[in-house]
C-alpha cells in the first residue's frame, strides 16, 4: 500500500508540474480568441473582469488536461453573476479542479489552464416525423469545400463535440432522451423556417431546453451564425445593356408565382386588392398562368420563367408566406441580376439590410394595397425613373452563401469562449413576438 501510495503521488506531482509550468498570461490569453488577457490570477483562481461580460450571459470554455470545462465568471463585485452549468466542478475533471470556494466567481484550478482543445466533431438530429417521443434522426452531411478544415461528421450525437438541434423538427419537448451529456459538447439551435409556419418551435419554450443551447444558428442576422438565404455582390465591369428595347417589350404589369395559397401574411388576401388597380399574372397553384413546374406541380422554377419576366413583365411580387423579423428567402435573391423585372418585397424585415436601395419597391411604404398599386401603374409609365431602376439592379448579382456546416466550422475553430442563453431566452429571442399574423390588409 505504501508503494501504491508513493506511486500515485510521483504520478500527480509530474502531472501537475506539467500544467503549472505553462506561464499563466500565455494560457488566459488563449481564452479570448483575440489574444488580449481578459482575466486575473490570484491564489490559483481565475476571474474575469466586468468588461468581458455580454449580456450578462457569458461563459468561458476552458480545457483542463484536454477536458473541456464549464468556466463561473462574474464581474468584480460579484453582482453580474453568470454560470454555465449548475456545479463547480464535475467528475470528467475532478482530477484537476478543486471545490468552488466561497464566491460563484472564482473557478478553481491545480495549476495553470490549457484551452488548446478546440471542438472538432458535429452531429445533427431531429425528432422523426412519426412523432415518437423515443425516435431521433440525424442528418447526414459533409464539410467538403469548406474554408476551415478539421470538422468532422459523426452520427454519434450522445458523444459529438457540436451537438446541432433542428428547432423545425421539434415534435415533441421530450425530443432527448436522457442521457448525460458530455461537459464539452455545444449544443446549437438551427432553423431556417419562419416559427409562426410551425408550431413545433414552441418547444423551445420547454423547461428541458433551460440554458442549454449554447449558439443560435437560424436566418436572423444576430444569430451567432447567421445562415442567410443568399446575398449579393457588385458586377464588374458594369454590364452593358439595351434598357430601352428592354422597357418597349414588357405588356404586363406584373407577375406573381405561387404555391402556397393561403398564409399567414395574408398576401393573398393583399394581391387580390392589388387586382382591382392593376393587372396582375399569377402563375403556379393558385392561379391561372403557365410556365414551368416542378413533378407535383405546386413548385415552380423559376429559372425557367426568367426569360418570360425579362420580357413580358414590369415587376415581381416577392411577397413572404409569414411576416417575420429577418425573414428573407431565397425569391427575391434569384431576380438578381437575370430577371429584367423590379422586385416587390411584402415581410417582416428592413429589406434595405439586404438589396441596395433604387432596386425593390417595398410595400411597407405604402398604406394600403391600392395605394402601392398605383404606384406601380406610375412607374411603370416612368421610362426614365424605371429604367434608372433597372440599371441599378442590373450592377448586382446573387451568390450563394457558404453551407452551414462551414459557417458552424469556421465558428468552432475561432471561437473558444461560448455564450449560452438561460432559462427559455432561446425561445424569448427566437419565436416570442418574433412574426405578426394580419387579421385584415
Known sequence: MVLIGVLLFVTFTLVFRKYSGAPVDKAMKRIDPRGKVVGTVSNKSLTLPASYSKNNTLAVFVGVRNFISPFVVTDGDASNKAAMGSECETSAGRDMVSECQGHRNQFVVKGAVDVRVKARTVAAIRSCSNGSRACIQTRKFDFKGCLYSGCLYTDDWKMADVLVIEAFYLQRVTILPRFKRPSQQRWVMSSMEAPCRHPQTTHLNSSQFDGQFNWSMTYNLDSDIPTLYGKLKVITPEPSQNYDAIFFTKTVHVAWFVSHCITASLRQEYVARM???????????????????????????????????????????????????????????????????????????????????????????????????????????????????????????????????????????????????????????????????????
Open 275 to 441: 387586382r382591382k388597380i392593376i393587372n396582375i399574372d399569377i402563375f403556379g397553384h393558385c392561379g391561372s398562368m403557365n410556365c414551368s413546374f416542378g413533378s407535383n406541380y405546386r413548385h415552380i422554377d423559376l429559372s425557367h420563367c426568367l426569360p418570360l419576366l425579362s420580357s413580358t413583365y414590369f415587376f415581381y411580387l416577392a411577397f413572404e408566406n409569414s411576416i417575420c423579423n429577418d425573414y428573407v428567402t431565397e425569391k427575391v435573391f434569384k431576380l438578381f441580376p437575370a430577371a429584367k423585372v423590379i422586385p416587390v418585397v411584402r415581410g417582416g424585415t428592413n429589406y434595405r439590410r439586404y438589396f441596395p436601395p433604387e432596386t425593390f419597391v417595398d410595400a411597407s411604404d405604402f398604406s394600403t394595397p391600392e395605394e402601392l398599386a398605383f404606384y406601380l401603374v406610375g412607374l411603370s409609365k416612368d421610362k426614365a425613373r424605371y429604367l434608372r431602376m433597372l440599371r441599378e439592379k442590373s450592377r448586382y448579382e446573387s451568390v450563394a452563401n457558404e453551407p452551414w456546416q462551414c459557417k458552424l466550422c469556421e465558428k468552432m475553430t475561432k471561437d473558444d469562449s461560448v455564450q449560452w442563453y438561460p432559462g427559455n431566452n432561446m425561445w424569448a429571442w427566437f419565436v416570442q413576438n418574433k412574426c405578426s399574423n394580419p387579421t385584415h390588409v
